[in-house]
């Protein structure tokens, strides 16, 4: 099993970054896909989710109407589509993968990738 992140960088404020995290070794769509994000020196924090099929999607407050979620269960592949990008978004990004269903959580997840470091310069 395998989740690789790929798509951080270093982003000036206001400015857009798209992750992407390319899933192998599973039944990538019978599984929701979440990223989750953890801050320096700061715990876990659940930022989207997204179900198996893709109609449904969640987001933490910190990020709605900033971030999209999407997936193409075709290429085994979900994405984030950062826009707006806050200094507090300084973060590595995690992909993550339940078989549970979309949930809205830092834990519990099947399968995590190794993350992706984001940074937003003010």
């Known amino acids: 099993v395998q989740l690789v992140e790929s798509g951080g960088g270093l982003v000036q404020a206001g400015g857009s970054l798209r992750l992407s995290c390319a899933a192998s070794?599973?039944?990538?769509?019978?599984?929701?896909m979440s990223w989750v994000r953890q801050a320096p020196g700061k715990g876990l924090e659940w930022v989207s989710a997204i179900n198996s099929g893709g109609g449904s999607t969640r987001y933490a407050d910190s990020v709605k109407g900033r971030f999209t979620i999407s997936r193409d269960n075709a290429k085994n592949t979900v994405s984030l589509q950062m826009n707006s990008l806050k200094p507090e978004d300084t973060a590595v990004y995690y992909c993550?993968?339940?078989?549970?269903?979309?949930?809205?959580?830092?834990?519990?997840?099947?399968?995590w990738g190794q993350g992706t470091q984001v940074t937003v310069s003010s």
């Open positions: 070794g599973f039944t990538f769509s019978s599984y929701a």
């Open positions: 993550a993968a339940n078989s549970g269903g979309l949930v809205r959580s830092a834990n519990n997840y099947n399968y």
